[in-house]
């Protein structure tokens, strides 16, 4: 029998902020510990059944299979590269070789050292994706990146990488591996790793290693006392300790079991349920038998979606053992709204661990969210949520999240850190909201995170109230291929209705909803010189009731210029018209971020459900903005043309709430949606400039057309709604009634090229993933990435004084005081508060100009662009573009008067 070789305590682990070094072997049996707690005390009884299997394991196996790995991940420290890291430290190192290699990553160096050591347990290595190739990545990964196996380096890992060291530091190896390897069961080598477990498990040790990295536990660790020696009985009594203090870290971090309260529909919300809500209520609960699914909700605006997908998740999430939701919106705006929803039914309907996280980028200037600001270089800084979770890259592990969909998307974006957001997404049902606003590119990265999410036994929840078929059918079969079905079979689609789909059964459920009558106005208008629509005369002759001084209106153009100018127009015959004129406001996205919080809180406190009865004629002019989640009612919406799905969006602002029915003037009795068609007459059509920027040409025509066939202008809402949607949309050309134009050929092109894309962007699916490194190759993941074309850039605006000196907002420009001094959080905040977004083709020919020196060093401010603004009126030059910036107008091209 070997003579057991003792640990050396002198190899040291952990070190930043700490009196004393903390040993490298105490670290990892830290790690282990705090895998059992999460295991114990946080990941989902579903979460763990998926994982087990994908282990091919039972759960008992598979929490001690992911200790192991975690006591494992940072072995690679015992080199002496790591170790001389420290001088100080390395000169306690006695009688270790000192190796002629160049630097490498401990990272690297453990997963090189650790596929021979796990063949040598049993594991399997004939093939790339074979155990001991998968557990070895996921050590190496525990930094958020994976490696690409190496064979040369896997067969002989001393000579191919000299860096680990022969002697001494190969025995101190051995020891540590022996010791954790007993110490935690001995556990038996996995059959089968597959791509979608190793991924999750690598993440889940991620994780233990945060918590157990944080100075304040390494200090009370030291301050509690450490074993002296490295002996069994030693690390046996260390991995004791470590079992008693970690679940505490769990629960200082948020991290713990979430639970719904019992009851149906009418406890979970304060009014009875509509028909599709208790469609949903009675029928999905003998559908879902503990297997995971998708549900597909597809109903007109204002129908109470939201409300059922919620009540949806946690009967979809009970079943399974997956509670809590993450849910997912197309804009900051409506995530920011959705917020409070979600907080209202947290505070009311859950119990435990129930840290609601608001994500995005701009989530800590949400009053509601986060009262002062305080946490500026996190994404969660809510009450809410403890301060752990605020932390980057920890929201999406909070039981609950409200965010944009890019927190999602960025999960199948190769890169680093990936399985971290993909284990933030498992556990839990994911939402997403308006799927029918995402381009062919998210609608590409939505189907692989789908197939993720599908072999992950993720139950997810769609919803759309102007879904084409065909996407919906795309999006369910993703699914369906990540859950394992070779051949999907996903039902037609039901309007209004649900469709629910797993890999058991597949079911669609048509439902009741309120009969409206849309009354649809094509209005010509004409082209100015600038080729821009002059919608002034058309606008006052609609609007002209308002001078009743009763009633609200909605006008939404395509872009923001033109949003402006109309802003413009209807202020001037707003004065003209004395003291009965219409209250005249406006909403883009190029205000500073600050402005466009407090003016989108305005616009719902003015124009959301309550706010009807009593009040001044009002009109907001805004863009897309408005079209999406934003829970607003006027009594008519005039609108620039756009694709069908968006006019129906719009349109959906328009009497949405039957409540308010009662209180609208005599001359709104009817829902009204008013298209404005640029052109001589409304048959005809010509698409200005700018329009292709924002929708493609054939979806205009296409839309155009079927507007003009319209029978007495008349859409039957939910009747009409799906029919329209799929004939603007349809991809089945070259029959006579729907020929194929050189517009839809460009669309089609446009539509492969962003799905092209996203496959390029996007990690494989689980089932294609052979080497862990595929997850991180090519290192794309950005949030801008979401998006393609999202390629803009943000600027500061500065008002230059007449000495010269610069004030943002009113006050001086904060600057660092003294040298070596970086910018402080409230420096940050107040810079980034005024931040407006602004084209790529605003920046090309822009210079850096006098952006200051220390800006670059910080990562919230080295991309923003400083512009000097002068004059009474406040304006200044970016490039060659002359622009101005006014509290009315926002940032613009033109001055505000």
Known sequence: MAETVNVDLALWGKSRGLSEPYSLVWHLLDAAAAVEALWDHYLPSGLKDSLAGEVSSNQAEARSLLAYWAALHDLGKCADCFQSLSKSHRSTLKNYPKPDASYQSHAFMGQAWLGQAFVGQGYGATRSYSPAFRAAQIVGGHHGRFTPINHVEFRSPLEAVPALGDGLWEQQRRAILAAVHELLGAPAAPKRVSAAGAAMACAVVILADWLVSQASFLVERIQAGLPSQGDRASLQRHLQDSRVAVPLLLQQAGLGRLAFKAGGFVEDFPFPPNDLQSSIAEKLPDLLEGAPGLLLIMAPMGEGKTEAALHAAKLMGQAVGMPGFFFGLPTMATTDQMFTRADDFRQRRTEGADSLTLLHGMAWLNAAYSPGGEQLDILTADPTATEWLRGSKRGLLANLAVGTIDQALLAVLRGRHNVLRMLGLTGKVVIIDEVHAYDSYMQGLLKMLLEWLGALRVPVILMSATLPVMVGRRLAAAYLTGAGCPEPAVPDAVYPGWIYASPQRSLPVSVESRQRTLMVETRAVPLGTDRRPERGDVLREILSPLLEGRGCAAVICNTVAEAQLTYLQLRRWAREAGENAPVISLLHSRFPAHAREQITRETIAQYGKAAHGGRRAAILVATQVIEQSLDLDFDIVISDLAPIALLLQRAGRCHRHPGNDGRRPAWASTMRLVVLSPGDRPSELVIPPGWPYVYPKALLRRTHRALGELRDGLIAIPGDVQRLVDQVY?????????????????????????????????????????????????????????RLGADGGKIVCCQVTPEGHLLLDGEPLPRPVGKNVRVTKEQVKHILRNTIPVPASWLRGAAPGDTPPEWADNPHLKDLLLLRMAGEELSGFLGDRRLWLSRELGLSEHPPN
Not at 737 to 764: C, F, G, H, V
Not at 777 to 786: L, Q, Y
């Open 730 to 786: 349809d991809e089945s050309f070259g029959e006579e009634s729907n020929p194929l134009t050189d517009d839809d050929l460009d669309r089609l092109a446009d539509e492969q090229t962003k799905d092209l894309y996203a496959q390029m962007a996007a990690i494989p699916s689980p089932d294609r993933v052979r080497d862990l490194g595929e997850l991180s190759k090519g290192e794309i993941v950005d949030e801008h990435a979401t």
